[in-house]
């Protein structure tokens, strides 16, 4: 099963938007089409940004939602631990997370919407780094 690493990015763009592209990727996971991979440090970002209070204020969801969808993640990612720290981008230390991640996990892809950082790298020792929408234009013609 193909293996995946999805930017905080796109987690929270599929929790707040439903049917856009971040939300079709992670939907994918979560009906086991793929796998997530998810790391403590990659989850600890996750849970920091979607409780942000500027998030909320432009955004209408409840805590009860924030916790089921944290919840879901939990129980249908696959955990993986980083055992080594890479220094691939030095602009933002914290992109680096999803690099160790996905090179830890095997990931195929990291499908993230930053355009700064990951975007501009595409790829890394074989790991593909895609926009949501490459990326189902990647697997609606099965070249995922």
Do not use: C
């Not at 996905?102 to 700064?116: E, H, L, N, P």
Request: net charge positive; charged share 25%.
């Amino acid at each position: 099963m193909i293996r995946i690493v999805l930017d905080t990015n796109v987690l929270i763009s599929a929790f707040l938007s439903g049917n856009s592209a971040p939300y079709q990727v992670f939907e994918l996971t979560r009906r086991g089409d793929m796998t997530l991979l998810i790391s403590l440090p990659v989850f600890q970002e996750l849970e920091r940004v979607i409780r942000y209070p500027h998030l909320r204020a432009h955004a209408n969801y409840y805590d009860d939602q924030v916790e089921q969808f944290l919840r879901g993640i939990k129980r249908t990612a696959l955990w993986v631990s980083a055992n080594q720290t890479l220094r691939v981008i030095g602009a933002d230390e914290t992109d680096n997370r999803f690099i160790e991640l996905a090179v830890a996990g095997k990931a195929r892809y990291i499908v993230t919407g930053d355009k700064r950082h990951l975007l501009p790298l595409r790829r890394y020792q074989g790991i593909e780094i895609v926009s949501p929408a490459e990326f189902l234009a990647l697997y609606k013609s099965s070249n995922v």
